[in-house]
């Protein structure tokens, strides 16, 4: 795990890109190994060349809609934005995101006093500050965050670009920022946690060499909880090594749900 204290933030940026040309915008998308849309080209020729923007940047939004991880839709924005107005308006993150983080997007909101509560509540999400100035999220109720893919054990590292020291920090940074979209980088050491023995795991159970994940696993406490999963702390019997299960309730799913889930897989 990175030291939340001594990390180089990506840094926020929303650009103006005009296009050039036959409608082009010069930039070339490709979904990188961290599964976020990174911007791997930029055409020397183009208007993009002259700005901050750099080659590696993780594209975030276009025109106010989401990336979503996908290299077709980014590109078909971009593409549509820049032929329709001439140019096309992107949200990037630029520089080092630390090894298991991502963004959390929240879509900003014009309502008067959504963020202005006091304590440890902020419209519904429920912090709490931690040694070492970190932020983690204790739980999420219904209000603004209800909707997002936040959990229970995640810490808030990020807000809009600015560090997040503090539930004081996390409350100005939402206040303060502009964009359609507001960018969360969140932390949590049990996120898509994949090793060669949890795919031996998985084909154990596929095969029928192990009935259920507790001939292979002890499983131990809760470490945060999501609409349709829990995740606790196990422990290897054979090799004593520790990992992080996720348990899924298959009944809540839909199937557009279940096929996302066989895809993470």
């Not at 893919?149 to 560090?163: A, C, F, H, S, V």
Request: aromatic share 6%; glycine share 8%; net charge neutral.
């Amino acid at each position: 795990m990175e030291n939340h204290q001594s990390c180089t933030y990506p840094t926020i940026a929303e650009i103006e890109v005009k296009q050039f040309g036959d409608a082009q915008h010069g930039l070339k998308v490709k979904r990188s190994n961290e599964e976020a849309i990174i911007i791997y080209h930029i055409d020397p020729k183009s208007h993009a060349a002259s700005t901050e923007l750099v080659e590696g940047s993780e594209l975030l939004s276009v025109n106010g809609h989401l990336a979503k991880n996908s290299v077709t839709r980014c590109t078909d924005m971009l593409d549509y934005f820049t032929e329709k107005l001439g140019k096309v308006n992107i949200m990037v993150s630029a520089g080092y995101r630390p090894r298991g983080t991502t963004f959390v997007m929240a879509k900003n909101t014009t309502a008067e006093g959504v963020f202005d509560s006091n304590g440890s509540n902020i419209d519904g999400l429920e912090l709490l500050e931690e040694h070492g100035g970190r932020v983690r999220v204790v739980k999420v109720e219904a209000g603004f965050f209800s909707g997002l893919k936040l959990n229970r054990g995640d810490d808030i590292w990020t807000i809009d670009g600015k560090e997040i020291h503090s539930i004081a920090d996390a409350r100005l940074a939402l206040k303060e920022a502009t964009g359609n979209h507001i960018p969360i980088l969140t932390y949590n050491s049990f996120r898509k946690m994949k090793s060669a023995v949890m795919n031996n795991t998985i084909r154990s159970l596929t095969h029928g060499k192990a009935e259920k994940i507790t001939d292979l696993y002890n499983v131990h406490e809760t470490l945060g909880e999501g609409a349709f999963a829990v995740v606790k702390k196990a422990t290897h019997k054979v090799s004593g090594d520790p990992y992080a299960v996720k348990i899924i309730n298959r009944s809540s799913l839909n199937k557009d749900l279940e096929a996302a889930l066989k895809e993470e897989i």
